[in-house]
């Protein structure tokens, strides 16, 4: 599988983004997609993840804002980020990772390591 994000940009705190993570290759139904972001000169983090079933799961300082859905008809997954704050600034990534409860990855967190298919990143800018 192959990803490809889109959808970010320059928005003032308090705005909202649409991201999009849409795939090649064979179909992603199988798989738990997440979203990571990475701030310059921090480390990429898991903020979101959405199971194959459509459960999901948001890291605390995201939930309530953001929104993950899926179309696996259309190979898609949207983050829909609303009330967008400026440390929400980075690159963000969707990645392809074990198709588990979105459960799972709240006990055990979003793991860089625990997915496999990156793809190219979408820069978000809030300003403040």
């Known amino acids: 599988v192959q990803l490809q994000a889109s959808g970010g940009g320059l928005v003032q705190a308090g705005g909202s983004l649409n991201l999009s993570c849409a795939a090649s290759?064979?179909?992603?139904?199988?798989?738990?997609i997440s979203w990571f972001r990475q701030a310059v000169g921090k480390e990429r983090e898991g903020i979101s993840v959405?199971?194959?079933?459509?459960?999901?799961y948001y890291v605390d300082f995201v939930s309530g804002r953001f929104t993950l859905s899926r179309d696996d008809a259309k190979k898609a997954v949207y983050l829909q980020m609303n009330s967008l704050l400026p440390e929400d600034t980075g690159v963000y990534y969707c990645?392809?990772?074990?198709?588990?409860?979105?459960?799972?990855?709240?006990?055990?967190?979003?793991?860089?390591?625990?997915?496999?298919?990156w793809g190219q990143g979408t820069h978000v800018t809030v300003s403040s």
């Open positions: 990645a392809t990772g074990p198709n588990l409860r979105a459960n799972y990855y709240r006990d055990e967190g979003i793991k860089v390591s625990a997915f496999a298919s």
């Open positions: 290759g064979r179909t992603f139904s199988g798989f738990a």
């Open positions: 959405i199971a194959s079933d459509r459960s999901t």
